[in-house]
C-alpha cells in the first residue's frame, strides 16, 4: 500500500568526536502523530535533519516516502519547521507564503494559510517587524502552505505565550486530525502526550522507548523530594522504590513515582529531615533516572 | 487513489523562478542602503568628475569626448557594483541568519534560487544604466547614436556576469561582518586599478602592469569601445571576460559547496 512517511534503518551521525546518533531505526506510518521526546542535546533535531536530509547519516539510510530525502519529490510533500532558521525580513508575510506556496504542486491559498497561522492581522507587516511568537507562527505558516502530507516540527513552541502555544497545539491536532502526519520534537513531556499518539524517547542519540504516552508517561512522570538531613549515609534510604538518588553533603534528592510511599516510609524509619519539598520531577531529571535505569537495568 | 495520482509530483518551474526572482528583486530594493547607493552613486560620481569636462575630446577634434567615455566608465561601474556588492553582501547575511537552512528543506531546486538571483541583480543593474544614462543625457546633454546606447547597454550587461560569479563566490568566503569590507576593499581599489575612474597614465606603474589581468579593466575597454573610443583588439578582452566567468563561477561552486558541506553534511 503507501509507502510509510519516514523510515531511519540502523542511522548513526557523528559530528567529528561527538556521536549524535547512534543506530537509530524506526519507521513512522502516514497518518501517524509522532513525538520524538529528549532532553537538550540528546539527539532530537539531529534525528530530523538526518530524516529531511539536510544532514547525511555517517551509518544507515533514511527514507521520506520511500524515496531518498534529499528528492524534491519527497520535499514537495513535507512541510518543516526548524530551530534557529531565518527568514528573509524584508518581504512582507504574505509574500513569504506566496513564494513558498510556489515552491509546492498543490498548495493552500496564501489567505488559508496565513489564518491556519493565525496571522491574518501581520500578513501586510513586514517579517523582521514580528514578534519572537508571531515568528513562529510565520514558520508554522510556512510549513503548511505546500499542503504537505507530512509536517516535521522541531521544537515548535519555543519562544511562545501560554496562549500562542495553546492555539498553536490546537491547530496541529487539527491537521493531524485530517490525517496528516505529524512529527514533533520537544523536551515538553506535556506538549508530546497532548499531541502524539506514541512517543519515541531519545537520550544520548539512542532510542530508549518507542511506546504510548500512558506508557512514557508512567516512566518519567515522577517526583522529586529533596530534604536536608543530619546523616544522609547507612541505611536510611536503603530499600526505597527510587528511581534515582543523589546526595549532596546533607541535602538529599530522591526521584520517584511513589512519592507518598517514599515519605511514608522515610517517617516510620524516624530519619530526621528539614526544609522538605516534594515537587513534579522536571523531565530532564526524569530522563536523567530513566536512562541510569536503561544502563543499570 | 487515482485522485493522488494525479496530483503532480512537483510544482512547475517557471512560476517558482517568477515568485523567487520577484522576492530577491524585492529583498534588494528594500535594502536603502544598498539600492539607493546603487543607483545614485555612478550618477553622482559622474556628475563629480564627469560633468566638469564633458566636452573635452579624448583625442583629435570630433573624436570621443570625456562625457562619453566616462558615461562608459560609469556604466561599467554602477553594474559591477550591483554584482559583487549585492550578491557578496546579500549572500553572507542570508547566511549568517541561516535563511538557507529553511530553504534546503523545502523543494526549490538552488539552480532556481541562483538564476532569481541573478535575474533580480540584473534588474538592479538595468536601473543603475538607466539613471546614469537619463542623468547623463538630461543633465549632461551627452549625446550617443541609438546603437551606440545599445551597445553600451549590452555590452555593459553582459560585462556584468562574470561579477555574479565574483558576488557568490564572496558572499560564500565572507562572513557577514565582514563581507562590506571585504566587498569594497576588493572592488574599490579593482575599479581604480582599472582606469575606471582616472586614466591609467595617471596610476603608478605597479598598477599599469597589473591591470591588463584585471576582469574589470577587460570589461572597460568593451565598454568604452562601444562609444567610439577606439581600442585595438576587444577579441582579446572578450576571451579574457570568458575565461573571468568560468573562473569566478568555478570559485563560486567550490565556495557554495564548501559553506553547504559544513552544514548540511
Redesign the interface.
Known amino acids: 500500500m503507501s509507502e510509510p512517511a519516514v523510515g531511519l534503518s540502523h542511522a548513526s551521525k557523528r559530528y567529528g568526536a561527538l556521536q549524535a546518533l547512534s543506530d537509530v531505526s524506526f519507521t513512522i506510518e502516514a497518518g501517524e502523530v509522532v513525538a520524538i521526546l529528549g532532553p537538550n542535546g540528546a539527539g532530537k533535531t539531529t534525528s530530523i535533519n538526518v530524516m529531511l536530509g539536510l544532514r547525511n547519516p555517517t551509518a544507515g539510510t533514511a527514507r521520506l516516502f520511500g524515496l531518498d530525502p534529499k528528492d524534491l519529490r519527497a520535499r514537495s510533500r513535507i512541510g518543516v519547521m526548524l530551530q534557529e532558521s531565518g527568514v528573509p525580513g524584508m518581504l512582507r508575510v504574505t509574500e513569504i507564503v506566496d513564494l513558498f506556496r510556489s515552491y509546492y504542486p498543490n498548495p493552500l491559498s496564501t489567505s488559508d494559510a496565513i489564518a491556519m497561522a493565525g496571522l491574518e492581522e501581520k500578513a501586510r507587516s513586514l517579517v523582521k517587524d514580528l514578534s519572537g511568537g508571531q515568528h513562529q507562527r510565520l514558520y508554522l505558516a510556512l510549513a503548511v502552505c505546500g499542503n504537505p502530507d507530512a509536517l516535521f516540527l522541531d521544537e515548535p513552541t519555543v519562544g511562545m505565550d501560554v496562549e500562542g502555544r495553546r492555539r498553536f497545539l490546537e491547530e496541529v491536532a487539527t491537521l493531524a486530525a485530517r490525517g496528516r502526519t505529524v512529527v514533533l520534537t520537544t523536551h515538553y513531556l506535556e506538549e508530546a502526550d497532548q499531541l502524539a499518539r506514541r512517543i519515541i524517547v531519545i537520550d544520548r542519540g539512542k532510542v530508549i522507548a518507542d511506546s504510548t504516552p500512558a506508557e512514557i508517561k508512567s516512566r518519567v512522570a515522577g517526583k522529586r523530594i529533596t530534604f536536608s538531613t543530619p546523616n544522609p549515609d547507612g541505611d536510611a534510604l536503603a530499600g526505597l522504590p527510587l528511581t534515582s538518588k543523589q546526595v549532596d553533603d546533607h541535602r538529599v534528592r530522591l526521584l520517584t513515582n511513589e512519592p507518598e510511599e517514599v515519605l511514608r516510609e522515610l517517617f516510620r524509619r524516624g530519619v530526621e529531615m528539614h526544609d522538605i519539598e516534594v515537587a513534579g520531577a522536571d523531565l530532564e531529571e526524569a530522563f536523567v533516572a530513566m536512562t541510569r535505569r536503561e544502563a543499570t537495568p | 487513489m487515482s485522485a493522488i495520482a494525479a ?6 518551474l517557471p ?2 523562478l ?3 526572482t520577484y ?1 530577491e528583486f ?2 534588494l530594493l ?2 536603502p542602503a544598498f539600492s539607493v547607493t546603487s543607483v545614485v552613486l555612478p550618477a553622482m560620481f559622474y556628475a563629480f568628475i564627469g560633468l566638469g569636462q564633458r566636452n573635452v575630446p579624448m583625442g583629435p577634434p570630433g573624436s570621443v569626448t570625456f562625457g562619453q567615455y566616462f558615461l562608459a566608465s560609469m556604466a561599467l561601474y554602477g553594474v559591477a557594483n550591483v554584482m559583487v556588492l549585492g550578491f557578496g553582501i546579500s549572500v553572507a547575511n ?1 547566511r549568517g ?3 538557507d ?2 530553504m ?6 538552488a539552480y532556481v534560487f541562483f538564476v532569481a538571483k541573478a535575474l533580480s541583480a540584473l534588474a538592479l543593474a538595468m536601473i543603475s544604466i538607466a539613471a546614469l544614462g537619463l542623468f547623463a543625457s538630461v543633465v549632461g546633454g551627452v549625446r550617443l547614436d541609438t546603437s551606440q546606447w545599445l551597445t553600451l547597454v549590452v555590452r555593459a550587461m553582459l560585462c556584468s556576469i562574470p561579477f555574479i560569479g565574483l558576488g557568490f563566490a564572496l558572499g560564500y568566503l565572507a562572513t557577514p561582518n565582514s563581507a562590506p569590507a571585504v566587498t569594497n576593499l576588493i572592488y574599490l581599489p579593482t575599479a581604480f586599478a582599472s582606469g575606471l575612474f582616472f586614466p591609467l597614465s595617471l596610476l603608478p606603474k605597479f598598477l599599469q602592469d597589473v591591470a591588463p589581468y584585471l576582469p574589470l579593466f577587460r570589461a572597460a575597454h568593451l565598454v568604452w569601445s562601444s562609444v567610439g573610443y577606439p581600442e585595438n583588439d576587444i577579441n582579446a578582452d572578450w576571451y579574457f571576460m570568458a575565461a573571468y566567468t568560468a573562473g569566478f563561477f568555478l570559485l563560486a561552486l567550490w565556495a557554495y559547496r564548501r559553506d553547504q558541506g559544513k552544514k ?2
Open positions: 496530483r503532480r509530483a512537483r510544482a512547475s512560476p517558482m517568477a515568485r523567487q522576492a524585492v529583498k528594500r535594502v542570508e541568519q541561516k535563511q537552512l529553511l534546503k528543506a523545502t523543494p526549490l531546486p548540511f553534511n
